[in-house]
Structures are given as C-alpha cells and as structure tokens.
C-alpha cells in the first residue's frame, strides 16, 4: 500500500508549513522513507537530498507539479528549490537540490515517428540521446545531439546541443520543429514557428528559463552512404583519430583552427589536451568525424591532419555513427567528480593555445576540450534562437578536479579573457556574469523579456537561470 506522502512532509519542523499533496501527486511522490529514494536522489554530478520527488508519467502530472511547487514556494517561509530533471546529466548540478522538490519527466521517455517521408519524430524530454540515435539508425537518421547516449533530451535539446556531427547537422535545437512546454502557471502550450514564436524561440537555446518542456517534435535529416561498390554501412560516418604529442600548444591550436576554417561542413573535429607532467609537454587527442562514406574526399583531409603537430599514433575507420555513443543506462549515483568551465572563442588562435598552456600550470586541471564550431551552425541567424554564438569558430571547456567554482575561475581566467560567447548547458557556473556571457546583448534582452512574462516569480531558478 503506498503510504501518505504528507504525514512525512509535516513530520519535518523545517517543512510542517507546506500545503498537503493531492492524492495524484501522492500516487508518484517519493520521499526518504521510500527504498527507491536512494535511486532517485541523484545526478550524474551530485549527490541530492530532496524532501520530496514527483516522478511525472504525464503531461498532467508535470502540470500538476509544477501548481504545487508554485504553491509550496507562496506559502512556506523559507526558501524551497525546485529542480527539474530529464537525463540528470546537467552540469550545472541543479537538477537535483538539498530539502527541496525535484520534477523528475525520465519516465516521459517515448519516441515516436511522425511522418517518416519528413522526418520527423516526437521524443518526449526524459528519453536519453543514445536511445534516439538507436531509434533513428533504423529509418536513416540522425539527430546530431551529444557524445555521450545517457545523457537527457530535456536539458540538451533546451540549451544547444553539440554533437559529433555538429558542423555537418548544427546544433541539436536546429531540428526542433515544435515544443510542448508548461509553463509556471502550469499552462500547456503548442510551441512552433506559427504558434507561440516566442516561448519557441526561448526553449531553442534557453534552458529552463521559461518552462518545462515535455515533447519536442524534431526534423531529423538522413545520413546515407555514397560508396555503392561496398556494402552499406548505417549511417556511415568516418572516423580519424589521431594522438599528438607537442610542447607548442599555441602553435598547434592555431593550426587546427586554420586547418578546420577551410574544410566542409561533412568535418567535425574535437580535440581533448592533457599534459605529460613527466615529460611537459602535451598529449592532444583528436577524433575527426566525416559525415559519410566518402573515402575520396575525406582522405586527402586527414592526410593533411597528420601535418598539424608530432603524429605519435593515427587510425582511421568507417563506422556507424550509433556505435559511437555510448549509451550504458547508468544509475545516477553522482559518479563524475570533476567539473568544466566553458567559453566561445571567435578563432582558435596561438594566444588561446598559449591561454591553454598556461591553465595546466595548475594540476587541478584535467583536460581541455576543444570543439569545432562553424560549418551549418553559422548559417543560422543569431536571433533565430536563443543560442548566441553562431559566428564563434570554437567551443573551449576545461575541465577541473575540483568542485569549488571559485577555485577554477581563477585558474580559468587566462581563457575567460579571450571567450566572447559561452555553452550554458557545459559549465558548473550558474553566476549572472556567465548567464550574460551565454545570452547576451540582444539575446538576453529578449530572454529576459519572455522569461518575466511567463514566469514571473522566477519559479524556474535552478541551474542558468537569466534575471
Ligand atoms: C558525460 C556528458 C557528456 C556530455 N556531452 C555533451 C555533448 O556532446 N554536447 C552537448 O551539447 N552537451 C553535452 N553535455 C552537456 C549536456 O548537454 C547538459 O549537461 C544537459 O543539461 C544534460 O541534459 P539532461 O537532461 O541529462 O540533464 P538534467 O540534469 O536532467 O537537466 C539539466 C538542466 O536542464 C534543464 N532541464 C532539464 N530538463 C528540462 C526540460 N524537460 N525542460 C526544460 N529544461 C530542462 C534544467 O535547468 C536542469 O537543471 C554532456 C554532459 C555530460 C555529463
């Protein structure tokens, strides 16, 4: 029998003042007398202690809490945060929260063909990226999101989405045809290009800012193989990884941004920088992804990438672009430890690799991640989305063995000077400096416009929130 959910939440001096749940929000709540609390406290990066956990099945229970968590926030005298989760793979961390309310939708996991001429398909916002790619491969397809399969449709598809393919493909949020979000006064809207423009423009780059989204309807192009004397492998997709070795990051790092500015789209290159403490120098290991299986055009492109620095080890392999994505369907039990910064760089440039050199000074620093930009993400107009950075060439992300922003910001700061845009959904820094630098200028006016209209007492204020 499924015990009352309210006797616990006024059992708690710190939590007697909030209203009683219906009986609904009751049939999916779980709590910490509950045996499944321990496997659903968390996220990937943390470790949470929530009151309570609405675990939605439907649009109506999201709606639903969503009322009461507005209702919580009137009436307690404290403070009570209130998270949204979909993958859990949010590195902001805020998915989960300590004595507050967490909207868990990863149930809401289903993923539908709509019309299989346009591909387009629905994928409700707790399905997780590997199991789309999976669903997608079957019919051709591919929506290029992470590089990573657990991780969720919701956070993702609501910030950007850079995914392996991205210079072939763009972003993740390109391909968002229509949205249904609910919003914090717990109405369920249609969002597309017609209906709602601007809760649709917000969602495509926004995060949470002003809602909840449940559905998305995306157009997922086809990725179909050229080499018809072979036989045909799904989704084709070469694959060129190369290891360096250098002690001239500047110089590499500015080889690879020329090497890259003068390629097409169907190349998407992204290198993750380590040191050699022993040696001091670094190890740069890059894995060049061709959209397809056109040997003769990609194989002059990654002979010229062995000319970029010191080759001590290069493969190259035709694969399926689904085995690419690891898809595990871990248990969150907070088993990543370390945490990125993130910045948008105009052009990779010698200064940047000298940026870069510089941080590993610290060995608090594990890696730095490089992404190419460019190709069909700059053809997008900047405020056709609420994505800003369209004319950077480069995504820069470090990533630190600790987990005090303080700390890494100031090991950070070399790089920070040379960002001129930001990836909201990449970093563990929620500040309002990071928020500007994400959605700027324009940008930002226009989220901050959207984001008072339809949540006007900031119910959505975890993770990157705009003010
Ligand atoms: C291992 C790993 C690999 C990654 N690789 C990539 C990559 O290749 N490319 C890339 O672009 N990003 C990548 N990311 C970053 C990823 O896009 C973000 O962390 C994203 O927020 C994860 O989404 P989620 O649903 O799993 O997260 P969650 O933790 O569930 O949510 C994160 C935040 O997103 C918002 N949110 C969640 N669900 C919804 C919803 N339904 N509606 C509105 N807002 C919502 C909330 O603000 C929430 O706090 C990676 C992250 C990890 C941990």
Redesign the pocket.
């Known amino acids: 029998m499924k015990k009352d959910v309210n006797e616990n939440l006024t059992s708690d001096c710190s939590t007697n003042d909030w209203p009683k749940i219906s009986e609904n929000l009751s049939e999916i709540a779980v709590d910490s007398s509950d045996i499944e609390y321990k496997n659903v406290r968390s ?3 943390r470790v949470g202690s929530p009151k309570i956990i609405l675990m939605a099945k439907t649009v109506s229970d999201v709606r639903e809490a969503v009322l009461y968590a507005k209702n919580v926030r009137e009436t307690s005298k404290t403070y009570v945060p209130f ?14 929260n300590d004595g507050g309310i967490i909207l ?3 149930q809401m996991n289903e993923i539908r063909m709509v019309d299989d001429k346009k591909g387009l398909v629905s994928v409700q ?2 399905a ?1 990226w590997g199991d789309v790619s999976a669903f997608l491969s079957k019919y051709d397809r591919v929506i290029s ?4 399969g ?15 393919l ?1 210079r072939q493909n763009g ?2 949020i390109d391909h968002i045809k229509e949205a249904t ?1 609910v919003t914090a006064d717990g109405r369920v809207h249609l969002a597309n290009n017609q209906k709602n423009k601007e809760l649709f423009w917000a ?1 495509r780059g926004g ?3 002003v ?4 559905e998305f309807i995306f157009e997922a192009p086809k990725l179909l193989g050229e080499n018809t004397e072979t036989q045909q492998m799904p989704l084709p997709v070469y694959l060129q990884t190369v290891r360096y070795e250098s002690n001239k990051l500047g110089e590499f790092v500015k080889n690879w941004g020329d090497w890259i500015r003068k390629l097409p789209n169907e190349l998407t290159s992204i290198a993750i920088i380590s040191k050699n403490y022993e040696k001091n120098d670094f190890y740069v290991d890059v894995m060049n992804l061709w959209a397809g299986d056109n040997e003769k055009k990609a194989d002059p492109i990654f002979k010229n990438a062995l000319n970029l620095a010191t080759v001590i080890q290069s493969e190259t392999n035709l694969l399926c672009y689904t085995s690419l994505i690891p898809t595990p369907h871990e248990k969150h039990q907070a088993q ?1 430890s370390n945490r990125p910064l993130n910045v948008l760089v105009d052009q990779p440039t010698e200064t940047l690799g000298d940026a870069i050199t510089k941080v590993f000074d610290d060995k608090k620093v594990v890696a730095v991640e490089l ?1 190419s930009l460019g190709g069909a993400v700059s053809t997008v107009p900047v405020m056709e989305t609420s994505w800003s950075g369209r004319k950077k060439e480069a995504f820069v992300a470090v990533w630190f063995d600790t987990k005090n922003v303080q700390i890494a910001h100031k090991i950070f700061e070399p790089i920070r000077k040379l960002g001129t845009g930001a ?1 909201g ?2 970093s563990f820094d929620t500040s309002q400096d990071f928020a500007n630098l994400t959605w700027p200028e324009e940008t930002g006016q226009a989220l901050k416009k959207i984001k008072k209209k339809y949540d006007p007492t900031e119910l ?1 204020d ?4 705009i003010i």
Do not use: C, K, P, W
Not at 83 to 96: C, L
Not at 154 to 160: M, N, P, R, V, W
Not at 462 to 465: M, P, S
């Open positions: 996220n990937y990066m998270s949204i989760r979909s993958g859990g793979h949010g590195m902001t961390t805020d998915s989960v868990d939708v990863s916002a707790g997780v999101s992470g590089d990573f657990d991780t969720g449709v919701g956070g993702l598809a609501t910030a950007g989405g850079l995914g392996l991205v972003l993740t979000v969602i995060i949470s800012n809602g909840i989204v449940t990543e992404r990836y959904a990449y959505f975890q993770g990157l929130t």
